[in-house]
């Protein structure tokens, strides 16, 4: 729910120049990549090897990364569950606007509630919102720590951090899942990327209908 209060007399205006309009001139067609997981996962790595990939295709894409967006659209939010739920739905909003514009837009978020994603996913048509998991181990994730978050949580500098004394809602269907290989080894970015990006080349989202 939006901490904001509802406007009131306002109407919708179409403009001539629609989504189907867009998306044949890019030849691709709009959706969501929302990549979900505990922090140190490697969803910024995998939305930005992903983003290459999509160019290197000749498609574009754009990123909404969590922590970027908290330097501008989202710096007024704290980590309270409300606050991490209207940054979600604010990113949600975003995003739907990015895939209507015909852009592959790619998400890249903790984003821990279950209710929070699924209501991001009511936006779109829901073959349009593409859930990636990063099914990680917490173990991993920690070990890695890219910006020790994890030591200052352990030491309770940090309170209600994801995985430690706030709880990480899995996914229950999402589109894909990337987990370790076998003996535990992450995949590369590369893989990674490329996982998704057949994935959307199987949906026919590479091209415009």
Not at 97 to 117: E, T, W
Not at 190 to 207: C, I, P, R, T
Request: glycine share 10%; proline share 5%.
């Amino acid at each position: 729910m939006s901490t904001l209060g509802n406007s009131t007399n306002i109407f919708w205006h179409e403009c001539p120049v629609g989504k189907a309009d867009r998306q044949k001139l890019l030849n691709q067609q709009g959706c969501v990549v929302w990549i979900t997981g505990l922090s140190g996962s490697g969803k910024s790595t995998l939305a930005c090897s992903l983003g290459r990939e999509l160019h290197s295709r000749g498609k574009l894409s754009y990123i909404l990364d969590g922590d970027n967006l908290r330097h501008g659209l989202n710096k007024n939010l704290a980590f309270s569950p409300e606050d991490r739920t209207e940054n979600i739905r604010r990113v949600g909003e975003v995003a739907r606007l990015f895939a209507d514009a015909g852009l592959i837009c790619i998400a890249s978020l903790i984003s821990p509630y279950r209710k929070d994603r699924d209501a991001c996913r009511a936006m779109l048509p829901d073959e349009n919102f593409i859930e990636v998991f990063l099914n990680m181990p917490l173990q991993v994730c920690e070990e890695r720590d890219p910006k020790g978050l994890y030591k200052l949580a352990r030491a309770g500098k940090i309170k209600g951090f994801t995985g430690i004394d706030d709880p990480y809602e899995p996914p229950r269907s999402c589109e894909i899942e990337i987990q370790l290989k076998e003996g535990g080894v992450c995949p590369t970015p590369v893989e990674m990327a490329g996982k998704v990006a057949s994935f959307l080349d199987d949906k026919g989202f590479l091209q415009a209908r």
